[in-house]
């Protein structure tokens, strides 16, 4: 590779001693309380939603702004975010995101008034402006605390703080929907936001007391051609999955978006293989278990994001269940995190990442499975079983993979290395969202004339399309005549359910077939002292 060069790595910590603070769990409380934020507000939004809409006067598109523009930043912008600390101190970086996600949470909370101030801005364009920035904030923070943790803990302790991490993790993005539902019923919308304050000065407090900083002085540039390059594919890539349901997979702006990324991703590898401080060393993927690694974490996030993104409409568009009661139906999965994570740190530990992590997948797919033979009356404990189960399958996965990515990556690229786990996940999750809502489609408007039967005849034919897309939410359009709902919201129901059976189904489908691809990993280094190739 041009322009390549040698660097002594750190050598690994003596004993008491960590290079991102004098205690790691502490080290790992303070960057957890950070990350809880973006992961709450990453399930809470949809909530918050319908309020969002009443109060603001937002119209759909706008409503897919908020969700989209937050989506966009985080994605488009994590590995450049994990360079970024790299070169100048995981610390100083978190600290950064931190305070910026919660002052642009507390600002997102206060759309209205901005807005009064500031001339011509509307209060969701506040609100989709803000949404965005704290996109950016969010990918400085998360990368940094991967970083801190891989700093923190020695070898052979970082699977039982991966553990650790995935259980608080996974309980907040699980509990997203419970804390939302609570806050929007009882206080507002904007409190989901104003929850960020509190928890962002307590993780700011922890931080600048308990993490040391971590700069790698051999890195001393940035990579700006190779920002753009990347920046740019991956917006392509992003703003495709988001927008090819409604363009159409076949439509001549994504098959020139589609272009777009081909390009810009195949300038980017060139330009990395030249440059003489790349932003993501080509290096990196030459060890075997971070792509592998990579690969399993985005298809891992394709089955559980993209199957998952239906059950909110089932329960509250089939069932009729409010925000909060949804969100209790998921509470077997958080509990099950709490367990399931911190065991599936221990079991790598002992039996290694690819067995662990094998079995996971198995235990995933027989969960998706079940869901894929839920009732559209399912009570509480036949849905609870396969979200057990889901927990138990997905946690050795996350931490399994999550420890493989940035455990295998030199302690000088353990920033990017977070960034490019994390973006595999956005990836992943927003890829399963959109092909498996197509194959969901797809499949009600094949069911649903048939569903219809006679009543089909009283629908006009301009209608039908409508009815369609509302299926797939599980409920009719808005402003339908109670006598057409008593019509045909038994045939949407259906229709609906036929749809969410086989998006599960192909879930079942895409973790027997990841499951084969653990075997071929290993676990993260334990030695952090041998010579590390950088560019």
């Known amino acids: 590779m041009a322009n390549a060069r040698t660097v002594e790595a750190p050598s690994s910590p003596g004993p008491g001693e960590t290079g991102s603070g004098g205690n790691p769990w502490l080290v790992l409380l303070a960057v957890c309380l950070g990350v809880i934020m973006v992961m709450l507000d990453g399930t809470v939004v949809g909530i918050a939603n319908p309020s969002i809409q009443h109060d603001l006067g937002a119209s759909l598109s706008d409503l897919q702004w908020v969700t989209s523009g937050y989506l966009l930043a985080l994605a488009v912008f ?305 849905s609870a079983v396969p979200f057990v189960l889901l927990a138990f399958g997905l946690s050795p996965v996350f931490v399994g993979a999550t420890e493989i990515i940035v455990g295998n990556a030199p302690i000088q690229l353990s920033g990017v290395a977070g960034g490019l786990q994390q973006s595999a996940m956005q990836v992943g999750g927003a890829l399963g969202t959109a092909i498996l809502g197509a194959v969901m489609a797809s499949e009600i408007s094949s069911k649903l004339p048939g569903y219809l039967g006679p009543a089909a005849k009283a629908i006009p034919a301009d209608q039908l399309p409508l009815l369609e897309k509302a299926a797939a939410f599980g409920g009719l359009p808005p402003g339908t005549p109670q006598q057409l709902q008593q019509l045909v919201g038994g045939a949407v129901h259906n229709a609906f359910m036929d749809g969410m059976h086989l998006a599960f189904l192909v879930s079942t489908g895409i973790a027997i077939l990841t499951a084969g691809l653990t075997l071929f990993v290993k676990a993260g280094r334990k030695s952090e002292g041998a010579p590390v190739h950088i560019g």
Do not use: C
């Not at 070169?87 to 009064?116: C, M, P, T, Y």
């Not at 801190?148 to 929907?177: T, V, Y």
């Not at 740019?232 to 992003?238: C, I, P, T």
């Open 78 to 382: 994590l590995i450049t975010a994990g360079k970024l600390g790299d070169l100048f101190g995981h610390k100083r970086v978190f600290l950064i995101g931190v305070a910026g996600f919660a002052l642009s949470s507390i600002g997102i909370g206060l759309s209205q008034e901005l807005a009064d101030i500031v001339p011509g801005v509307s209060p969701i364009g506040a609100l989709i402006g803000l949404r965005v920035l704290q996109g950016l904030f969010g990918a400085l923070l998360q990368p940094a605390a991967l970083a801190l943790l891989r700093g923190a803990f020695p070898g052979e302790k970082l699977n039982a703080a991966m553990g650790a991490w995935g259980a608080i993790i996974g309980l907040s993005s699980a509990a997203g929907p419970i804390v939302g539902g609570v806050l929007v019923e009882n206080v507002s919308w904007q409190s989901v936001f104003f929850i960020n304050a509190p928890v962002g000065i307590i993780a700011l407090v922890m931080g600048i007391f308990l993490i040391k900083e971590n700069r790698i002085p051999s890195l001393a540039r940035i990579d700006w051609l190779g920002v753009v390059l990347l920046s740019g594919a991956m917006f392509s890539l992003v703003w495709t999955i988001i927008k090819a349901p409604e363009w159409g997979w076949g439509d001549s702006t994504t098959l020139s978006f589609i272009a777009g990324f081909v390009v810009l991703i195949a300038a980017f590898v060139f330009w990395q293989s030249k440059a003489k401080q790349p932003l993501v060393p080509l290096s990196l993927f030459k060890n075997r278990s971070v792509s592998i690694g990579t690969v399993l974490m985005m298809m891992v996030a394709f089955a559980m994001f993209g199957a998952m993104f239906f059950l909110g409409f089932f329960f509250q568009g089939v069932h009729g269940l409010s925000p909060l009661d949804a969100g209790l139906r998921m509470l077997p999965m958080s509990a099950g995190m709490i367990v399931a994570s911190p065991l599936a740190g221990m079991l790598i530990g002992k039996i290694g990442a690819k067995y662990t992590m094998a079995a996971g997948l198995l235990i995933t797919a027989t969960s998706m499975f079940l869901m894929s033979q839920l009732s559209i009356d399912a009570t509480f404990f036949e």
